[in-house]
C-alpha cells in the first residue's frame, strides 16, 4: 500500500513540474537592432544598399504554440543616389537623399514548429522559423517634405528560446508602402508617370536582432485525477 502511495505521489509531483515547464505565458515584450535600407527609385534592386541603423520596441500576443500577433514601433535610416545605378533621368538629373521614417505596425506570426518549452508530449521545440504579414503606418518627419502612409509587411525570421522567459530572435521584413513620396518629392514622380497606391516603387526593409521576455502567465487548468 505504501509502495503505490509513493508512485502516485511521485507521478503527481512530475506533472506539476511538467506543467511548471510548459509555456505559460501569453505576452512577449523587448526590443530589436539592426539595418534599414531602401529600395526604390534611387535603388531598383540592390539589397541592402547604404543600410541605416534600425532599432525599436515589440511586443506580442501569444495565442498558441503555433500562432502570435507581433506589434512594433520602430525607427529606421534610410538613403539613396541615383549616381550609383545606371537608371537615365529626364535632363540628366542625379537626386539623392537621407531620412529617418518611424514605422509602426502589428503582424500575425505563423511558427513552422510549435514553439515553446515543455515536456516532450507536448511536441514543442525551443527553435522555429516562421512567416509574417500584416498592416503598418510609416512616417517621415520633415518640415518641407514629410511622408505619411500605410505599409504592407512581408517577412521571414528565426526564434530561438534561450531560456523559459527569454527569446532570441532574427527577422528580415520587407514593406511596400502606399505611396510613392518616402524618398522624397524628387523622386516622387521622376518619370512623369502617373503613380496609384499599388502601383510605386517605394519599399523599405528592416533586418534587425530582438530579445524579448515572456510575461502574463496563462490561466492554469486543474485537472481532476
Not at 500576443?61 to 545606371?86: C, E, H, M, P
Not at 531560456?163 to 510613392?180: A, Q
Request: charge should be positive; aromatic fraction near 18%; glycine fraction near 12%.
Amino acid at each position: 500500500m505504501e509502495k503505490k502511495a509513493f508512485i502516485w505521489f511521485i507521478l503527481i509531483i512530475t506533472m506539476v513540474v511538467s506543467r511548471a515547464g510548459a509555456q505559460d505565458y501569453k505576452y512577449e515584450i523587448g526590443a530589436g537592432g539592426g539595418v534599414g535600407f531602401y529600395m526604390g527609385d534611387a535603388n531598383q534592386s540592390a539589397l541592402f544598399n547604404k543600410p541605416g541603423a534600425a532599432f525599436g520596441a515589440v511586443m506580442r500576443r501569444v495565442i498558441n504554440y503555433r500562432w502570435s500577433i507581433k506589434f512594433n514601433l520602430a525607427t529606421a535610416g534610410i538613403k539613396g543616389d541615383t549616381q550609383s545605378f545606371n537608371n537615365q533621368f529626364p535632363d540628366g538629373k542625379n537626386f539623392k537623399f537621407n531620412r529617418q521614417l518611424i514605422d509602426l505596425g502589428a503582424q500575425g506570426e505563423f511558427n513552422f514548429f510549435h514553439y515553446g518549452m515543455g515536456p516532450a508530449y507536448l511536441d514543442v521545440y525551443r527553435f522555429t522559423p516562421y512567416l509574417l504579414a500584416g498592416l503598418g503606418f510609416t512616417y517621415v518627419p520633415h518640415k518641407n517634405d514629410g511622408y505619411f502612409n500605410v505599409n504592407i509587411p512581408l517577412g521571414i525570421g528565426v526564434k530561438y528560446k534561450i531560456s523559459e522567459r527569454w527569446n532570441l530572435g532574427l527577422e528580415f521584413s520587407m514593406r511596400k508602402t502606399l505611396g510613392d513620396k518616402l524618398d522624397g518629392k524628387d523622386l516622387s514622380d521622376p518619370y512623369k508617370i502617373k503613380s496609384s497606391a499599388f502601383k510605386n516603387t517605394d519599399w523599405y526593409s528592416m533586418t534587425w536582432f530582438t530579445i524579448t521576455y515572456d510575461f502574463g502567465r496563462k490561466k492554469a487548468i486543474c485537472n481532476n485525477l
